[in-house]
């Protein structure tokens, strides 16, 4: 089935340096790739749509100074959390269609702990 | 904004019992995905509902997508200590909007042995 590769697993940071993330398509094409955000106990949250070619589309609420977004490849998409805070500290995970249909869901990567100290 | 309450937020039961988690919203989702997520993992896919009515099959799970699609349920018949996790439903708004899941608060089951 479809994979989606997503590191660093986990990354802890000084406050004010700034973190990228990769997510990978390993065996299909994703021209879009989807970011979400879930705190602890809590459920998953859109953050932003990452278009291979074309700028990210981000959530209303999302900054998208501080967060990032490159989709340089059909099968590459980057978060950068930028002058990253205490309060970025989450668990970011991305997702892509799985073959470009409404019948096949989503594939998810596995996740990134991110830990700003 | 499209909500999708998911209820109930736990569930503890023994194992061989049945349970039934929903998932309901005021609004159309072209599409209604069932997800199970481990702790310190990203959700993985349980099952795709797309017709109104549609009922799909998963072994001991029984999805349902409501027939004016806006609400789902899982049911898990005789559950075992392996399907304790962390259930979630995920409504796709479809159109312009494809793939921009709309996320249930989750369902944390455990089964006792």
């Known amino acids: 089935g479809a994979v989606v590769s997503q590191h660093p697993s986990r990354v802890i940071c000084k406050s004010g340096t700034s973190v990228k993330i990769e997510c990978r398509s390993l065996d299909f094409q994703a021209t879009t790739m989807f970011w979400y955000r879930q705190f602890p106990k809590q459920s998953l949250m859109l953050m932003a749509t990452?278009?291979?070619?074309?700028?990210?589309?981000?959530e209303q609420g999302v900054e998208k100074d501080k967060f990032l977004i490159n989709h340089a490849s059909l099968t590459l998409s980057t978060l950068t959390v930028t002058s990253a805070h205490p309060e970025d500290s989450s668990f970011y995970i991305c997702?892509?269609?799985?073959?470009?249909?409404?019948?096949?869901?989503?594939?998810f990567g596995s996740g990134t702990r991110l830990t700003v100290v | 904004t499209q909500l999708l309450e998911q209820s109930p937020q736990f569930l503890s039961i023994q194992e061989g019992e049945n349970l039934t988690v929903y998932c309901n919203s005021s609004s159309v989702f072209s599409s209604l995905q069932w997800y199970r997520q481990e702790p310190g993992e990203g959700p993985v896919l349980l099952v795709t509902?797309?017709?109104?009515?549609e009922v799909k099959k998963l072994k001991r799970l029984t999805f349902q997508f409501g027939d004016a699609r806006k609400d789902s349920s899982l049911h898990i018949t005789a559950a075992q200590p392996g399907d304790t996790g962390l259930y979630l439903c995920a409504g796709d708004r479809g159109g312009t909007s494809y793939g921009k899941l709309t996320f249930g608060q989750g369902t944390i089951l455990t089964v006792h042995p």
């Open positions: 509902v797309v017709t109104g009515g």
């Open positions: 990452s278009n291979e070619g074309s700028k990210a589309t981000y």
């Open positions: 997702s892509a269609p799985n073959r470009g249909s409404l019948s096949y869901g989503y594939t």
